[in-house]
């Protein structure tokens, strides 16, 4: 690593990191003042210390919902979370995982400017600000819906391109996605590891993603920071991602290495993300730096991290412009996810955008959001003792598992590999003479393998 590496100080970004990290600690405070809460923590993003109490008082939590959230997740402090409890709708977005996998082509066209590029530097530039876009999408504390085994999501229209993400596990929850189109290959199986803390949960991504750029064939994979979801209980939800995120040229040996900053006192480097693209000898050569939730902008630099004479900053990503006052804080981009105006013609009877309790939500019936959730979870289960009963295993229909197992930071993970088979369906779906109407807003959700669970 360079010796003015973020988060060791020196250079260009001198000090940032050493003087908020120490602020950290100092702006938690413990729940003491609430009988049965003891010990939980409150993190204002915003204040400091003083407030804490204040903080508490605040949330999108009923006292008696809170309570009743309490009773049932006290036990599980310390553990995995990640599918052992089943969690009140009122806390969910009208969105599947599945759709949200998604979100991370919004702004696809930086791997197509990636893909054109000859710069080897620069093309760790448009990479990595592409993995950054996502995370405004990411701040967002609604919870989308877990997938039912078997669910997929299918989007075009966007960018020129396809994509394709389906649940290929249940226990424990995986997903895999594919995506493409005349630039750029998307690859990801997707896993998480959870700490349950109390009033705080730590978000372990245990996925590996994989971009081929289509020109000459190089692979970049990258290693993104884990996620702190702070205030579940008592104050206002808000996300953090403080860490390393890794973006590497497995063809070159290139890398960027980029920090995000933790939240310090009143907000103090919150979003901020500062770092280097380094060649195969780890020697820096394009300076980065900006806000996860506004831009990212780019300078070439020294062998000591310093921008060269005569260059000056560039902007590589600015956020698109979000809907004021969205309920769900979604962007432009995440209505359009939603919506069917992404959806392919003859839309799989899996797709997200298809599941009652999603649909419930997003017309504003909790009541019935929370039934037809209640229901597919059953259902999900019926299918399982009906498959076990058969000795039937489940089998993805557009990825297969490898035996290759691929290692993360937080642990291993079994690979799923996209099998082509969609690209059949589609080309055959597109070729299709057929030129009956169909509303596809009333096809019935049915990610199903067996059929005749379909009348329980």
């Not at 391109?161 to 895999?176: G, N, R």
């Not at 992404?342 to 997003?362: C, G, H, I, V, W």
């Not at 959001?369 to 039937?392: C, I, T, V």
Request: charged residues 25%; hydrophobic residues 35%.
């Amino acid at each position: 690593m360079a010796p003015n590496d973020p988060k060791q100080g020196g250079g260009f970004f001198a000090s940032i990191a050493s003087s908020i990290s120490n602020f950290g600690s100092a702006m938690t405070k413990s729940v003491n003042g609430l009988l049965g809460y003891e010990g939980l923590e409150v993190v204002n993003p915003e204040g400091g210390t003083e407030d804490a109490e204040e903080e508490a008082r605040r949330g999108r939590w009923k006292q008696e919902d809170r309570d009743s959230y309490w009773k049932m997740m006290q036990k599980y402090i310390g553990s995995d979370v990640t599918s052992m409890v089943t969690l009140p709708v009122l806390i969910f977005e009208p969105m599947s995982m599945l759709q949200k996998m998604a979100e991370l082509m919004e702004y696809s066209y930086l791997l197509d400017l990636a893909d054109e590029c000859e710069d080897p530097y620069m093309r760790l530039v448009y990479t990595t600000s592409w993995a950054i876009s996502v995370y405004y999408a990411y701040q967002r504390t609604w919870k989308p819906f877990n997938p039912i085994l078997g669910e997929t999501y299918e989007m075009v229209n966007h960018g020129g391109i396809t994509f394709l993400a389906e649940q290929v596990s249940h226990h424990p929850p995986m997903s895999a996605g594919h995506a493409e189109n005349e630039h750029f290959i998307y690859d990801i199986s997707s896993k998480v590891k959870t700490k349950f803390l109390g009033n705080s949960i730590d978000i372990y991504p245990l996925g590996r993603t994989r971009v081929t750029l289509k020109r000459d064939g190089a692979v970049f994979e990258l290693v993104p920071p884990p996620t702190k979801v702070n205030n579940l209980i008592f104050g206002r939800t808000w996300v953090d991602s403080p860490g390393e995120m890794i973006m590497t040229n497995l063809t070159t040996g290139d890398k960027a290495v980029l920090y995000f900053q933790p939240c310090g006192w009143f907000g103090a480097g919150r979003y901020e993300i500062d770092g280097y693209v380094y060649n195969s000898a780890e020697e820096p050569k394009i300076l980065m730096t900006g806000k996860w939730n506004e831009s990212m902008s780019y300078q070439p630099c020294d062998s000591e991290g310093e921008p060269l004479p005569g260059t000056e900053l560039k902007e590589s990503w600015r956020l698109a412009e979000a809907p004021k006052n969205d309920k769900f804080q979604y962007t432009h981009f995440a209505h359009k996810i939603n919506s069917f105006d992404t959806a392919p013609k003859k839309l799989l009877a899996s797709d997200s955008r298809l599941r009652p309790d999603r649909y419930a939500l997003e017309q504003g019936d909790l009541s019935k959001a929370g039934f037809e959730k209640s229901s597919l979870e059953e259902r999900q289960r019926a299918e399982k003792k009906n498959r076990e009963d058969k000795g039937h295993k489940f089998t993805p229909k557009w990825f297969d598992f490898t035996n290759e197992v691929a290692a993360t930071p937080w642990g291993d993970l079994e690979v799923y590999q996209y099998n082509g088979k969609y690209d059949e369906h589609r080309a055959a779906v597109d070729s299709s003479s057929s030129t009956e109407e169909i509303d596809v807003k009333s096809t019935e959700f049915n990610p199903w393998q067996y059929e005749d669970l379909a009348a329980n």
